[in-house]
């Protein structure tokens, strides 16, 4: 890997080859650029009860904290993104053009923050303490994924870091939707080793015949049978366990006994901290 420099802000590792920077966020400031991210709060078309637009805090020294929140008695947590699924949208509360919303009851799809094709990906970040009561993910997804037989041309999802328990990751892509053509290549599960300073390096070469997955400057994985050609989206996001099923949701304190919050009441001390999100293109010869 090659050191890439950014004045101000901690370097990047990049493949060998030359790069150049086309979309990033450093996350300077105290407020959350609103050009760059949207807020996730819809799961399968309806409003989901364990995603919020609370919870994010830039802390002026360049780096964004994702923590879990009490709502309205239950916990939340933040997940940000640049663009987003038209199967996550709600059902519009208006006709259609044809007056048959029992057929196409969709919502309005809105424009993408960013969306984009190939390149490296990388994050620099720092975990929560408790994976297991709030996982974390930096990833990609397709707008389009599942929506034809081929994963190239309806997408797929990448994810560069998942973290569902202390010390350990999860790396690898998803294609064919989320139903019974789901499937994954690439994908492994591993123990991360420490660092002197707690952060970690996450990175995805995504080309056109391939994907290679880092993990503080090693390969971790690598994928090439299913290979998105479409334009992509990114995603940092965090969500409490335990509220996938219906039946089980979270109601506050069930299995996150005597949880501390902050001085303000409002945060729980836990978070996951994000240090930057960058994409590099290879400059070609």
């Known amino acids: 890997m090659q050191k890439f420099e950014i004045k101000n802000h901690e370097p990047s590792y990049l493949p060998d080859g030359d790069w150049k920077l086309v979309w990033a966020d450093e996350f300077d400031g105290t407020e959350l650029d ?4 949207d807020f996730r709060l819809n799961f399968w078309g309806k409003p989901f009860d364990a995603y919020t637009d609370k919870g994010i805090v830039l802390d002026g020294n360049s780096h964004i904290e994702l923590h879990r929140v009490d709502v309205g008695g239950r916990y939340a947590s933040p997940q940000l993104q640049t663009g987003s699924n038209s199967f996550d949208i709600p059902k519009g509360d208006s006709d259609n053009p044809w007056g048959e919303d029992e057929i196409w009851p969709l919502g309005r799809l ?14 620099r970040c720092k975990f929560q303490k408790d994976p297991e009561i709030m996982w974390s993910a930096f990833w990609t997804q397709s707008p389009t994924i599942g929506a034809r037989f ?35 290549e690439g994908r492994v599960r591993y123990d991360l080793k420490e660092t002197e300073d707690g952060w970690h390096y996450f990175g995805m070469d995504w080309r056109e015949d391939g994907y290679t997955f880092y993990c503080d400057g090693e390969v971790i994985s690598t ?9 992509q ?17 979270l109601a ?21 901290i994000v240090d930057f999100v960058r994409v590099f293109d290879r400059i070609k010869k």
């Open 34 to 37: 609103r050009t760059k991210w």
């Open 110 to 123: 809105e424009p993408p923050k960013f969306v984009h094709r190939f390149g490296y990906y990388e994050c």
């Open 150 to 184: 081929e994963p190239a041309w309806c997408g797929v999802e990448s994810d560069i870091m998942e973290c569902f328990h202390v010390g350990k990751a999860t790396t690898g892509n998803i294609m064919g939707g989320y139903g019974k053509q789901y499937r994954e």
């Open 233 to 249: 989206f990114i995603l940092l996001t965090t969500e409490v366990m335990g509220y996938r099923s219906v039946r089980t949701r």
């Open 252 to 272: 506050k304190g069930e299995k996150i006994e005597d949880a501390p919050f902050n001085i303000n009441g409002d945060f729980v001390d836990d978070a996951f």
């Open 223 to 231: 994928a090439d049978k299913d290979v998105s050609q479409v334009p």
